[in-house]
């Protein structure tokens, strides 16, 4: 079971929660989560969710119950921000699972807790954990995998990926979406010292090098998509998607019941 702070305290996003958190107030829950060390506490399943995680959480019910499982789901993607303040009139800070990986581990290595790298391509991981314990001091890392297969199961593991898996308090799964959601969803059962778990997408190819991340400018003014389909022009298929969220976006509005911004207060009583 995961800890949820979501519910009513929500946003609705064509029927996903997100969660109203800054930037502030969601590394406060993570470094309260991260010094806690009761073993009964449940742990924080983030997901940072951008227009496709919406758009195909419509087609694909398995994937939006996950997304009902998670603790907290934040505002990555430029579309989801504009889509609350369409929505709500409300300004939501964008909280990406690229951006949150080092923070992350600055506060798991503040409190001696081990962190996990699991996915990418093979050698990825690695590289992006020497980069971090580089930068990092006092960066503990239980183990990097790639596994070949997204949907591979905890059971058809390697030993000893089982073993670093269940020892870490902190896990990254960069698997892409909708797998490294249900993977979380599929394997948290297994992971008994968890506090933290977390998708993030592409953000062990940009901490390895891999991939270079755009320009500050374009990453705050929410144009990094169009760096990426420069860089990678067979993304162009994920990007149709964007218009149809816009178009989802815009149609149901009228439909919606309640638009009232959500009760941070109820959210933090939570804790
Ligand atoms: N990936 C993986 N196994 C797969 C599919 C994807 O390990 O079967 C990795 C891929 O190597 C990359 C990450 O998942 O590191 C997904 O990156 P993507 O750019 O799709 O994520 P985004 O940042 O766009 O959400």
Known sequence: MTSTLKEKDSYQVLGVDISPYSIQEFYLLVEERLKDNRSTSPPLFVVTVNPEIAIHSII??????????????????????????????????????SDSMELICTHAA??????????AAPGIAL???????????H????????????????????????YDLQKASVIFVALGAPSQEKWIHENLKNLPHCKLIIGI???????????????????????EWIYRLFLNPSRWRRMIKLPLFALNVMLLKPHMKS???PSLPEARGQL
């Open 60 to 97: 694909d019910n398995d994937f939006k119950e996950v997304l009902k499982t998670s603790s907290i789901n934040t505002a990555d993607g430029v579309g989801i921000s504009w889509a609350i303040s369409y929505l709500y009139n409300e300004h939501i800070e964008r909280i990406t699972g």
């Open 110 to 119: 503040k409190y001696s807790q081990s962190v996990y790298f699991f996915g």
């Open 127 to 137: 590289q992006a954990s020497a980069m971090l314990k580089k930068r990092i001091n």
């Open 139 to 162: 960066l503990i890392v239980e183990g990097t995998y790639s596994p070949d297969k997204p949907d591979l199961k905890f059971e058809q593991l390697p030993i000893r990926v089982q």
């Open 201 to 223: 997408g592409g953000g062990l190819d940009f901490i390895a090098g891999r991939v270079k991340r755009a320009p500050v400018i374009l990453q705050k003014s929410g144009l």
């Open 259 to 261: 638009l009232e911004k």
